[in-house]
């Protein structure tokens, strides 16, 4: 056991660090993140708007149009959002001027999305300002970030008299760059037809097919667990699939405003129902602990995590059992989510259990509630949001009694010592 411990030290765990430190992926999950608290809320709009409980949904309804005009408004937005987000962690993160880079990048992004009419005439489309453009948003983003920063190392900027307020003067630093970008843009869109949205979801169809499907989804929800058994947090993983994730999520509450047929199993709102009480589906360990540990080690340390863990917060037990680098834990700690996110992704994809259509819910809303909130009271998705929980208690059985076996024989040894000493 040691000699493995020490290989994943030795070996994986500096591979997971230098990903998870990378630039990009840093700006990538700052900037998503961001959005996220306004994705909630157009989130909540899409349930308020569709309530299943026909009375009150009666009662709601000339509220519809309010609750549309906020999901627009947000969700329907996201790449705009993400463009400008992009840019000002991107600005921090490259030490940029932040207002430059948002402006810049936003006005490119808006320029990316001007698509020639049937008239010949260009317009812009409001739709690639959403779901569709989100992709664009991040690449245009770093595209912005990466050529105002090699302007300015090569020194080629307008320069402006002393004694000229420094917004200004920095407004005209940018502008050739901004100059720069705006008109080999305009070239693809205008002369070329070029359209990146389409261009971008053709490069990244393996990515999507990979997480748009069983196997592929349960991989990454495995990844996220083995990358958090090493001790670092699991935002590294969860980052490079997050675009993809909000997408399908907002795509998939588009087609329910518009009474269209939702299409993805993989979206935000499924994940927190996998984590049932956190990365590594811990909740079920968390209830062993609680119900049924012989020692008393494991038995307060269950009932001090019960709390945090319904709530989806798992670092008590995490570090407290401990899980990270305790290879005893490592097969249920890996593929307890991987199962239960295969599983989710078959039930939802064969009609068994309905998919998400509110897909932005708070990370720590019970795993429950989730399943309840993200379908609109579907009971068969409620019912398995129970089951993944009482499936997460039988995988982690058989290792947790080994483990409360040998701390419960250390606390009998350590009392008779005591004992023996005290005599």
């Given at each position: 056991?040691?000699?493995?411990?020490?290989y994943?030290?030795?070996?994986?765990?500096?591979?997971?660090?230098?990903?998870g430190s990378?630039?990009?992926?840093?700006?990538?999950?700052?900037?998503?993140?961001?959005?996220m608290?306004?994705?909630?809320i157009?989130?909540?709009?899409?349930?308020?708007?569709?309530?299943p409980?026909?009375?009150?949904?009666?009662?709601?309804?000339?509220?519809a149009?309010?609750?549309?005009a906020?999901?627009?408004?947000?969700?329907?937005?996201?790449?705009?959002?993400?463009?400008?987000s992009?840019?000002?962690?991107?600005?921090?993160?490259?030490?940029?001027?932040?207002?430059?880079?948002?402006?810049?990048?936003?006005?490119?992004?808006?320029l990316?999305?001007?698509?020639?009419?049937?008239?010949?005439?260009?317009?812009?489309?409001?739709?690639?300002?959403?779901?569709?453009?989100?992709?664009?948003?991040?690449?245009?983003?770093?595209?912005t970030?990466?050529?105002?920063?090699?302007?300015?190392?090569k020194?080629?900027?307008?320069?402006?008299?002393?004694?000229?307020?420094?917004?200004?003067?920095?407004?005209?630093?940018?502008?050739?760059?901004?100059?720069?970008?705006?008109?080999?843009?305009?070239?693809?869109?205008?002369?070329?037809?070029?359209?990146?949205?389409?261009?971008?979801?053709?490069?990244?169809?393996?990515?999507?097919?990979?997480?748009?499907?069983?196997?592929g989804?349960?991989?990454?929800?495995?990844?996220?667990?083995l990358?958090?058994?090493?001790?670092i947090?699991?935002?590294?993983?969860?980052?490079?699939?997050?675009?993809?994730?909000?997408?399908?999520?907002?795509?998939?509450?588009?087609?329910?405003?518009?009474?269209?047929?939702?299409?993805?199993?993989?979206?935000?709102?499924?994940?927190?129902?996998?984590?049932?009480?956190?990365?590594?589906?811990?909740l079920?360990?968390?209830?062993?602990?609680?119900?049924?540990?012989?020692s008393?080690?494991?038995?307060?340390?269950?009932?001090?995590s019960?709390?945090?863990?319904?709530?989806?917060?798992n670092?008590?037990?995490?570090?407290g059992?401990?899980?990270?680098?305790?290879?005893?834990?490592?097969?249920?700690?890996?593929?307890?989510?991987?199962?239960?996110?295969?599983?989710?992704?078959?039930?939802?994809?064969y009609?068994?259990?309905?998919?998400?259509?509110?897909?932005?819910?708070?990370?720590?809303?019970?795993?429950?509630?989730?399943?309840?909130?993200?379908?609109?009271?579907?009971?068969?998705?409620?019912?398995?949001?129970?089951?993944?929980?009482i499936?997460?208690?039988?995988?982690?059985?058989?290792?947790?009694?080994?483990a409360?076996?040998?701390?419960?024989?250390?606390?009998?040894?350590?009392?008779?010592?005591?004992?023996?000493?005290?005599?």
């Open positions: 056991m040691s000699t493995s411990t020490t994943l030290e030795k070996h994986l765990m500096p591979l997971v660090t230098r990903v990378n630039r990009a992926l840093t700006i990538i999950r700052n900037a998503m993140c961001a959005c608290a306004l994705l909630i157009g989130s909540t709009s899409i349930l308020l708007s569709n309530i409980w026909t009375p009150l949904a009666n009662l709601m309804a000339p509220a149009p309010v609750f549309n906020i999901f627009n408004s947000t969700t329907g937005m996201m790449g705009l959002l993400t463009a400008a992009m840019a000002y962690y991107g600005a921090i993160e490259y030490k940029q001027d932040v207002f430059v880079s948002i402006v810049t990048s936003v006005s490119l992004f808006t990316s999305q001007f698509q020639q009419g049937n008239e010949g005439e260009y317009q812009l489309n409001i739709d690639g300002l959403g779901t569709s453009g989100l992709i664009s948003a991040i690449l245009i983003g770093f595209i970030l990466k050529t105002l920063a090699l302007f300015k190392q020194n080629i900027a307008i320069r402006m008299p002393k004694g000229v307020p420094d917004a200004v003067s920095e407004s005209f630093t940018s502008l050739l760059p901004a100059l720069f970008l705006l008109s080999i843009l305009s070239l693809l869109v205008v002369i070329f037809h070029f359209n990146i949205n389409e261009a971008i979801a053709y490069v990244m169809t393996p990515i999507c097919w990979v997480l748009n499907s069983a196997p989804y349960a991989l990454y929800h495995m990844l996220c667990a990358v958090f058994f090493c001790g947090n699991s935002q590294f993983v969860i980052g490079i699939a997050m675009p993809f994730l909000m997408q399908n999520g907002a795509l998939n509450e588009k087609a329910f405003q518009a009474g269209e047929q939702v299409m993805f199993a993989a979206t935000n709102a499924t994940d927190a129902m996998i984590w049932a009480g956190g990365t590594g589906a811990t079920g360990l968390v209830i062993l602990m609680s119900l049924t540990a012989k008393q080690y494991f038995k307060k340390l269950g009932r001090m019960l709390g945090p863990g319904i709530f989806n917060i670092e008590p037990i995490i570090f059992t401990p899980l990270c680098f305790n290879l005893l834990f490592m097969l249920p700690f890996v593929l307890t989510p991987g199962l239960i996110a295969d599983s989710t992704y078959l039930l939802m994809q009609g068994i259990i309905d998919l998400p259509h509110v897909t932005n819910l708070p990370w720590t809303m019970p795993a429950f509630i989730v399943g309840f909130l993200m379908t609109g009271g579907s009971l068969t998705t409620t019912l398995w949001s129970f089951m993944i929980i499936l997460s208690v039988i995988i982690y059985l058989p290792f947790f009694r080994i409360d076996k040998q701390f419960y024989l250390k606390g009998q040894q350590n009392t008779e010592l005591n004992n023996k000493e005290n005599n």
